[in-house]
């Protein structure tokens, strides 16, 4: 959400003017490769994810929680 927010923040501050629908589409249409990416493994379900820093790795903790 917060990167969301930061984008679409951005992309007025530049004066372009994009729908909320707009917004919703791309949002719905990314694909993040290893963030919280589902994968077999040997067999076994695992999660992949780059949590690359603190903030990151927190977020990923609490989804388990």
């Given at each position: 959400?917060?990167?969301?927010?930061l984008?679409?923040?951005?992309?007025?501050?530049?004066?372009?003017?994009?729908?909320?629908?707009?917004?919703?589409?791309?949002?719905?249409?990314?694909?993040?490769?290893?963030?919280?990416?589902?994968?077999?493994?040997?067999?076994?379900?695992?999660?992949?994810?780059?949590?690359?820093?603190?903030?990151?790795?927190?977020?990923?903790?609490?989804?388990?929680?």
């Amino acid at each position: 959400e917060q990167n969301m927010a930061l984008a679409a923040a951005a992309i007025a501050a530049a004066g372009i003017a994009v729908s909320a629908a707009d917004l919703s589409k791309g949002v719905e249409s990314t694909r993040l490769p290893g963030r919280f990416e589902r994968s077999r493994i040997g067999g076994i379900e695992a999660v992949l994810d780059g949590a690359h820093n603190e903030a990151a790795a927190i977020a990923l903790a609490e989804l388990f929680e």
